[in-house]
């Protein structure tokens, strides 16, 4: 009777161990509204690290870890129009389902005049670069996703409507992607608060390449200074390994912004410019 019961102890040690095992390396789960409702695309991931995510259309998510994360490390989940939740890692081994709270988006006040008698395009147009800007890595699917590139564009002081904006993708077999359009103000030449208070998904479907073209007309986007604009890569189909823009380097005077996690720290990297174009009314 006393060998049968060791042998059930070790047995449950084993799996109570294997399970800790698995929590250690990965958590899951589903992030939905007060009403139950799933969100969708919301940036999951560690604070300050490349380790990110971003939840499914159906609002659920699974978040891998690298070799040096650790228990008293901090899960943020956010998404414009919700108040962000973050959580120890300790604390998500239990934690299934995250509910977000709808908060309110506070955006600059700009004044608007009654119609926009110019229209400009600027950014860069040349498709020509020499490196690749790259989302989607092979050995890791929808681990990279939550990636995001920017590009900062000058304005001149006065009430201005981002009307539109196009991006280059040089390299995509995905058969279906998605990606979200956002813009920050600047604050010590970074990104700082979104001048949105909704999210803008755009759809890129039977591996397209080429310039996608985005119509922001309709989201009524002012601002009376300078603005950093993001492509972040929010969804994929199961079937592609290659997604990447191209960067141009060197272009003496220009930035390039990164976040290599949908929450990482934003990087500043001189004298890069991505293919990225704006049309702006005044």
Same mark, same amino acid.
């Given at each position: ?58 609002g ?25 939740q973050?959580f ?11 509910v ?29 670069? =020499?490196?690749?800007? &790259? ?8 681990q990279?996703?939550? *990636? $995001?590139? +920017? #590009? ?65 007309s309709?989201? =009524?986007?002012?601002? &009376?200074?300078?603005?950093i ?7 994929? *189909? $199961?079937? +592609? #390994?290659?997604l ?11 930035k ?18 991505i ?8």
């Amino acid at each position: 009777m006393k060998k049968k019961l060791v042998f059930f102890t070790v047995i449950s040690c084993f799996l109570s161990l294997n399970t800790i095992a698995q929590l250690s390396n990965n958590i899951s789960g589903l992030i939905q509204d007060a009403n139950g409702v799933p969100i969708s695309y919301v940036n999951v991931g560690i604070v300050g690290t490349s380790t990110g995510t971003v939840s499914k259309e159906d609002g659920s998510y699974r978040l891998f870890f690298k070799e040096n994360v650790h228990q008293n490390d901090t899960v943020r989940f956010s998404i414009i129009g919700y108040k962000s939740q973050s959580f120890l890692i300790k604390e998500m081994q239990d934690q299934q389902t995250i509910v977000l709270e709808e908060g309110v988006v506070a955006l600059s006040e700009v004044v608007v005049r009654p119609q926009l008698s110019n229209q400009k395009i600027i950014g860069r147009s040349k498709i020509k670069g =020499n490196r690749n800007v &790259n989302f989607s890595i092979a050995k890791k699917p929808r681990q990279n996703l939550g *990636s $995001e590139i +920017g #590009k900062k564009f000058k304005v001149k002081n006065k009430p201005t409507q981002i009307q539109s904006l196009s991006f280059y993708v040089r390299s995509n077999n995905f058969s279906a992607a998605k990606f979200r359009i956002s813009f920050y103000s600047v604050k010590k030449n970074m990104p700082d608060k979104h001048l949105t208070d909704q999210d803008i998904i755009v759809a890129v479907d039977e591996k397209k390449t080429g310039w996608i073209e985005v119509d922001l007309s309709t989201y =009524n986007i002012f601002t &009376n200074n300078d603005f950093i604009a993001t492509i972040q890569w929010i969804d994929s *189909s $199961e079937d +592609g #390994k290659r997604l990447a823009l191209p960067i141009r380097f060197p272009v003496f005077g220009k930035k390039h912004y990164y976040k290599f996690g949908s929450q990482a720290k934003w990087k500043r990297y001189k004298n890069m410019s991505i293919s990225m174009r704006v049309g702006l009314g005044y």
